[in-house]
Structure formats: C-alpha cells, structure tokens
C-alpha cells in the first residue's frame, strides 16, 4: 500500500559530501513528520534528523551544523544533505516517515530499506 524507496548511498573519503533521497509511494492522503535513522555497526538504530510538514527540524548533537534535512510535501520526499563527513559517520541510514493512507483514521510508520554510507580514506 505505500512503500519508502531510498538512494544516494556510497563510499565516501573523510571532509566530502552525500545527498540522500527518501521517496514514499502509494495510496497517501498525507505525510507528517518524517525522519532519518541510522544505524553504525555493532550498535543501535539512533535518530539523526527529523523534519515535521511545516518544515521545523531536530538534529541530534553529532551532525548538527553538518547536516540538513528537508522534504518536498508535493513528491512526498524526505532529504538529506551530508557535508563535512567523518568516519564516524558510517552506517546504513534509513528514513521513516509517518502516514496515513486513503481510508485511515491515523497515520502509521514507514521505513525504507536502507542505504549504506561508508566514510573511509
């Protein structure tokens, strides 16, 4: 019913930048907030950057000043842009986002599959 399709991943040397797209699809009457994750190896899933629809953002403390996330309500897009990146950095990121569909009452979560950057020299 509605699927979130991730790109932009790749392998990356310390100091340069990535773009990642999220884009959800599927019987949508409305998308509120939506998130990036990620999750390093060997730990955790932790939040990185959340956007609502009227576009106020929360960062964690890691990537803030590094990393902006932004979204486009009309192709129910979620973004996220990477400069400065550091070793550290490395993880499959994810995006969730929070829907609801033709015919529901509330919105429901949504992942993506992930998508994996990996930040070495």
């Known amino acids: 019913q509605v699927q979130l399709v991730e790109s932009g991943g790749g392998l990356v040397q310390p100091g340069e930048s990535l773009r990642l797209s999220c884009a959800a699809s599927?019987?949508?009457?409305?998308?509120?907030?939506m998130r990036w994750y990620r999750q390093p190896p060997g730990k955790q899933r932790e939040l990185v950057a959340a956007?609502?629809?009227?576009?106020?953002?929360n960062y964690a403390d890691s990537v803030k000043g590094r990393f902006t996330i932004s979204r486009d309500n009309a192709k129910n897009t979620v973004y996220l842009q990477m400069n400065s990146l550091k070793p550290e950095d490395t993880a499959v990121y994810y995006c969730?986002?929070?829907?609801?569909?033709?015919?529901?009452?509330?919105?429901?979560?949504?992942w993506g599959q992930g998508t994996q950057v990996t930040v070495s020299s």
């Open positions: 969730k986002a929070k829907i609801i569909v033709y015919g529901g009452g509330y919105d429901r979560d949504y």
């Open positions: 599927g019987s949508i009457f409305r998308t509120n907030d």
């Open positions: 956007v609502t629809r009227l576009g106020s953002t």
